[in-house]
T-cell receptor
Framework: ETGVTQTPRHLVMGMTNKKSLKCEQH?????MYWYKQSAKKPLELMFVYSLEERVENNSVPSRFSPECPNSSHLFLHLHTLQPEDSALYLC??????????????FGSGTQLSVL | AQSVAQPEDQVNVAEGNPLTVKCTYSVSGNPYLFWYVQYPNRGLQFLLKYITGDNLVKGSYGFEAEFNKSQTSFHLKKPSALVSDSALYFCAVRDSGNQFYFGTGTSLTVIP
């Protein structure tokens, strides 16, 4: 276990549904991240929160909406998704956002399928 | 622009043989280089990192990586492969702007 827990592990949703992905870290870290992993592509950084403030938003469609209520929890709210949004969504954390030598701790991911 | 290249989608190696997974990078400034491994149905796990100092970095599970500044490479190596090493391996670089850039991953299969 890496100390980063994601739920659910699998999610199937229709294009008109609204769902949320949850991430919780038990490491006392100050930075949390959402990544999208698609086959044969580099991991795509979606959002970064540092001390509950959003510090990065890499041109992600508005149908993805992040929420960070405290430094231990991160959500990704989903609505009116497209089939091309099907992917593995990974949450990660690190001690801080500004330490360039810091490593990321990843959760096991949520495998999302949009029908 | 910062980037990471893993030129091989798939690497096959016989158990007990040495393995190499290749990575080259392009980044402005001093690079911070990382290797992560992903087992099926799991997230990425940290293996090792290069920040500064000795060009040969040792990490978890007997893996090591060699930083070569002139060739802008950071290849992952292990002297003797195990079947349990079969997984997806990602190279990553972190720039001075705190962004991580990941490669596309290399699937390693160790054949018994």
């Amino acid at each position: 276990e890496t100390g980063v827990t994601q739920t659910p592990r699998h999610l199937v949703m229709g294009m008109t549904n609204k769902k949320s992905l949850k991430c919780e870290q038990h490491l006392g870290h100050n930075a949390m991240y959402w990544y999208k992993q698609s086959a044969k592509k580099p991991l795509e950084l979606m959002f970064v929160y540092s001390l509950e403030e959003r510090v990065e938003n890499n041109s992600v469609p508005s149908r993805f909406s992040p929420e960070c209520p405290n430094s231990s929890h991160l959500f990704l709210h989903l609505h009116t998704l497209q089939p091309e949004d099907s992917a593995l969504y990974l949450c990660a954390s690190s001690q801080s956002w500004t330490g360039s030598s810091e490593k990321l701790f990843f959760g096991s991911g949520t495998q999302l399928s949009v029908l | 622009a910062q980037s990471v290249a893993q030129p091989e989608d798939q690497v096959n190696v016989a158990e007990g043989n040495p393995l190499t997974v290749k990575c080259t990078y392009s980044v402005s400034g001093n690079p911070y280089l990382f290797w992560y491994v992903q087992y099926p149905n799991r997230g990425l796990q940290f293996l090792l990192k290069y920040i500064t100092g000795d060009n040969l970095v040792k990490g978890s599970y007997g893996f090591e990586a060699e930083f070569n500044k002139s060739q802008t490479s950071f290849h992952l190596k292990k002297p003797s492969a195990l079947v349990s090493d079969s997984a997806l391996y990602f190279c990553a670089v972190r720039d001075s702007g705190n962004q991580f850039y990941f490669g596309t991953g290399t699937s390693l299969t160790v054949i018994p």
